[in-house]
């Protein structure tokens, strides 16, 4: 549920369960007016509502990590940049060592972070039945097909790894899609299959970016998206499905494959954390035990009118129905009556 009122520029914004949306006139972060901001409830990091934190022993991840207060956007000539506002200040890479062969964690992410994923799913056309629905790898949440998406940008700690498996896992599907295709029993020839990594390869860059310039400043997460990727400067009038959740760099994954050092990387869904009956180090738990594939979405925004915990639960585990998520359209969240 969302509302609206003016945007002030605070250090925090008291149960911020309201949307907010206009030029800001503050640079406290960023200099120049923001297109847009929208504001998500507090303590709302719980999925469906029972959605807990994994178990963590270094404290790196626990309520209000995941906890979106805000998300805002900035055009310049060069693109876009993007702001969320957890509540709590998301942990920084360490120095610390990963693995026993001296591999630190700052030589894995890079960016310097390594608990989170911000997803944006991006209906530019605003047409009900176009665009894309399905969701990055191990989301198991779906967009709502009236906000079917154009452009997706996922923020994660391995960006380069992520783009070259989300290409390889594409790629393997629609081999698998043409191999079952082929009238005969021939294998696909190599030019074939040339031919789909090319076209994937392709469909990849178009459609989804995984963002390389990131500042993080205590609560603040800002990360930038090329204008030539979005086609011109972002619209408050496009819908925007945003999605915190988990990564997925550490545990049991070999962290030196996920950096690319080494061949045969895993085909992990993209580095997400996953949701599970029983929460454990590397799974959030009171995920529903008949669901084998839980949503892993930790906080999301919603259009006003529905709720987050009720559309996250809407999926149908039995019958493979996954949960769909509608965007907000920040020029549609209604103007606010003056307080
Ligand atoms: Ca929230
Ligand atoms: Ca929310």
Known sequence: MTK???YRRRRFLPGAALVALLLAAGPAFSSGDKLFVLTDPEKD?????????????????????????????????EGTFFEVTFARAPQKTERRPVDDGGTMMTDVAKLGFYTFNVDLYIDMDGKPGSGNTRMLPGRNVEVDPASG?????CLTPLPEQAGTLLRRTYAEAERIEAQSTQT????????????????????????????????????????????????GPAKAEWGYVVASSGAAVTGRDDLVKLAGLKKDAPMEPLFIMRAAPGRTENTFGGA???????????DVLVPAGTTQEKLL????????????????????????ASK
């Open 4 to 6: 609206t009122r003016p």
């Open 184 to 231: 005969d029993e021939a294998r696909l020839t190599a030019d074939q299959k040339k031919e789909i990594k090319a076209e994937v390869g392709h469909k990849v860059s178009e459609s989804v970016f995984f963002p390389t310039t990131v500042e993080i400043r205590g609560r603040l997460v800002r990360f930038f998206v090329s204008a030539t990727f979005l086609g």
């Open 45 to 77: 990091d719980h999925g469906d509502g029972n959605l807990r934190y994994p178990l963590r022993s270094q404290n790196d991840l626990v309520p209000g990590h995941l906890d979106i207060l805000a998300f805002s956007a900035r055009n310049t000539p």
């Open 288 to 298: 529903d035990e008949d669901d084998l594939f839980p949503p892993a979405l930790v």
């Open 149 to 153: 998406w154009e452009k997706a940008v």
């Open 313 to 336: 639960a809407s999926g149908n585990p039995r019958k493979g129905v996954l949960p769909k998520l509608p965007a907000v359209v920040p020029s549609k969240v209604a103007a606010p």
